[in-house]
């Protein structure tokens, strides 16, 4: 099969929904002659035309609120907020207007919205723009979070959440844009809500998600090779809805639970994560406490050195399964 | 838009004294000769990250910078080299801070596009764009509530007067009739977004009209003009409250060290190179007899070393302890 990078399928999915529903546009900073801070929009205003492809200006709050409106009123928006630090800039749009006006409307509207948002850091961009905010966002009921980790799922993902009646925060991992992988040429999606087992295991399983799933994939052949334990590799993909049963039925089988994530830990996700398992009764088939190995609780600094060192690492991974084991 | 404002050098207002004009040939100078060396560092692969580069844009900074008293405060932009250098930072832990250093004035941890130095006055870039006004008005609240004698200086650009917040802080110090000049560096740009289309008023300083307060431009490349304006809107947020003044100039380098540029026309940009400030300076300066051939020579030299010195400075310092990673996040 063809392979293209992160960032050519996240353009084809968008082109694909751009030319199969007129109801779909896209608007953002930058994101029209420029093409998007990051170039994943590049082309599309000479395919479809400023009407659809929109530079905005600098002006969050208008962006997201725009979309809620056009999402009320018959469109499918699918807005780029440049970095997804700026989700803060728009926060009531996207968690007081987007996330609750159908509920409080009782079930009157759809929100058909789609709020793509580059992530992560690694960048030497610093505190303000290599968050990983997918926290924030989990916590408001009515949106869904989406953080694809292959080229195939960010397509696939992209397409299932422009075709989703809900708000969905779609968060895509700055470091992987240009990493390829094989992705089919015909109409696919992947359905929201749907973990995929990267790698299958019996000893432990690792729940992640975006870019720490390379990571973790790689800490586990290392354990293979080295200790010759099996770490199963559970990749969410979707973190609203989640994908509980299958976390559920990866820690029953293996007894062992580490959960990698790039943010920080206290109110991180992998709280939410520990709790489904603690939860469940995976919770009688545990031989060791939930563990969690996430970002520092600190920002992100711009030092490249330190930048690297508060998040997770393929060696911290390795011996965070080490201990596990133990 | 109007490429060419009416606000140029006038006989009718002070002239800057001959040290000041000196100090700011000077500074503009180090400013460019910084950011070349800072660009020189990132093709070189030396540095991790970007940077905003206000080649062309220097007036707009050390003429507002210049025209202040030492107690005044400013809020500098992500584009505000000129502007930290103006206010009197120590270039070699700018420098030290581009380069990520232990020495670097945030210790490494913010970089260029959060350079702060509150001992010099300058209340630190900000990455998130027109995060910085409603904070100016918190400092110009207290500059009130505590009685002191100082104006506070927020610096923005074209694009951040798009934001909410632009409106918001305008609005707040208007009625409170707070000591803050709301200082728009208008480079007609904000990324790839000309201000032609990112705004639909024919001059960012009306905008003031909203807020009941004095709004005007200046042209932001000639440093003498955008002194005089901002002594008068100095004067004015000291005892009366808030204006704006918008120095109108135009960003010769791409938005970031990733753009090329591929949005606008190659030729008008050769023509704003043409416009150089410091130049300008320099000609105007001659032209007065304000000041000789050698003595700006010397300057421009002068300039030249101090950023060998402050990079000689920053590459021999030594990275931050890894545990400076987790320090500083609570007091
Ligand atoms: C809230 C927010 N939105 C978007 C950005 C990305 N961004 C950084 S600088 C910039 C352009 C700012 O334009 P302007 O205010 O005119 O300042 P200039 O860069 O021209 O100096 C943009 C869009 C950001 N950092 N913060
Ligand atoms: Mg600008």
């Known amino acids: ?326 | 838009m109007s490429t060419q404002p009416p606000h140029t050098t006038t006989t009718d207002a002070p002239l800057p004294p001959r040290d000041t004009l000196l100090r700011m040939f000077l500074q503009m100078s180090q400013t460019r000769c910084f950011e070349e060396t800072a660009a020189r560092l990132f093709t070189q692969g030396k540095v991790h990250g970007t940077a905003h580069f206000c080649i062309g844009e220097e007036a707009a900074g050390i003429g507002v910078t210049a025209a202040l008293e030492p107690q005044d405060l400013i809020y500098a932009t992500h584009r505000g080299h000129g502007q930290s250098i103006g206010k009197g930072m120590e270039i070699r832990r700018m420098m030290a801070e581009f380069l990520g250093k232990a020495t670097g004035v945030c210790k490494g941890k913010g970089g260029c596009m959060h350079i702060a130095d509150l001992s010099a006055g300058n209340l630190g870039a900000n990455g998130i764009v027109g995060a910085q006004l409603p904070i100016a008005v918190g400092a110009a609240l207290s500059t009130r509530l505590q009685k002191l004698d100082r104006v506070v200086i927020c610096f923005f650009g074209d694009g951040a007067s798009n934001e909410g917040t632009f409106h918001e802080a305008l609005n707040l110090a208007s009625i409170w009739k707070l000591p803050v000049v709301f200082l728009c560096v208008n480079n007609q740009y904000g990324m790839s977004m000309h201000v032609g289309d990112h705004v639909n008023v024919p001059d960012l300083s009306v905008r003031a009209a909203a807020y009941g307060i004095p709004g005007w431009s200046a042209d932001g490349n000639d440093a003498v003009a955008v002194w005089q304006a901002a002594r008068r809107a100095r004067e004015i947020a000291r005892t009366q409250g808030p204006c704006l003044l918008v120095a109108n100039t135009y960003r010769i380098m791409g938005h970031s060290k990733s753009d090329n540029n591929a949005y606008r026309d190659k030729a008008v940009i050769e023509q704003w190179k043409a416009r150089c400030p410091i130049k300008r300076l320099r000609a105007w300066l001659l032209e007065r007899g304000l000041a000789s051939e050698q003595e700006l020579d010397a300057l421009s030299a002068r300039a030249r070393h101090d950023i060998d010195d402050a990079l000689a400075f920053a590459e021999a310092s030594p990275d931050p302890e890894p545990a400076a990673a987790f320090t500083d996040v609570y007091a």
């Open chain 1, 1 to 326: 099969m063809r392979e293209i990078t992160y960032a050519q399928a996240i353009r084809e999915a968008l082109a694909e929904e751009l030319r199969r529903d007129p109801a779909v546009f896209f608007m953002g900073e930058d994101v029209a002659a420029y093409g998007g801070a990051f170039g994943v929009s590049a082309g599309l205003l000479a395919e479809f035309g400023p009407e659809r492809i929109r530079d905005t200006p600098i002006s969050e709050a208008a962006i997201m609120g725009a979309a809620v409106g056009a999402a009320m009123t018959g469109l499918r928006p699918v807005v780029e907020i440049m970095f997804s630090d700026f989700v803060s800039c728009c926060f009531d749009g996207l968690c007081n207007q987007a996330a609750k006006t159908r509920y409080m409307f009782g079930g009157q509207t759809a929100m058909p919205l789609v709020v793509r948002a580059p992530a992560g850091s690694g960048t030497g961009a610093a505190g303000q723009h290599s968050q990983s905010p997918e926290a924030w966002i989990c916590n408001v009921p009515g949106l869904k979070v989406v953080a694809p980790s292959t080229p195939h799922d960010a397509k696939g993902l992209l397409k299932a959440a422009i075709r989703d009646d809900n708000p969905v925060v779609f968060l895509e991992q700055k470091l992987l844009y240009r990493t390829k992988g094989e992705v089919p040429e015909a109409d696919y999606t992947v359905p929201l809500g749907q973990a995929a087992c990267r790698r299958d295991g019996r000893h432990l399983t690792v729940l992640t998600y975006g870019r720490m799933v390379a990571r973790c994939l790689e800490a586990a052949e290392r354990l293979a090779a080295e200790d010759g334990a099996e770490a199963e590799v559970l990749d969410l993909r979707t973190l609203v809805p989640l994908d509980r049963e299958a976390v559920i039925a990866s820690a029953r089988k293996t007894g062992r639970v580490l959960i990698v994530h790039e943010a920080c830990q206290t109110g991180g996700f992998g709280g939410e994560l520990a709790a489904v398992v603690a939860g469940s009764d995976a919770f009688f088939y545990l031989d060791a406490p939930v563990r969690r190995l996430c970002g520092a609780d600190t920002p992100i600094p711009y030092n490249p050195t330190l930048e690297a060192s508060v998040v997770p690492t393929t060696d911290s991974i390795a011996a965070a399964l080490r201990d596990l084991l133990r």
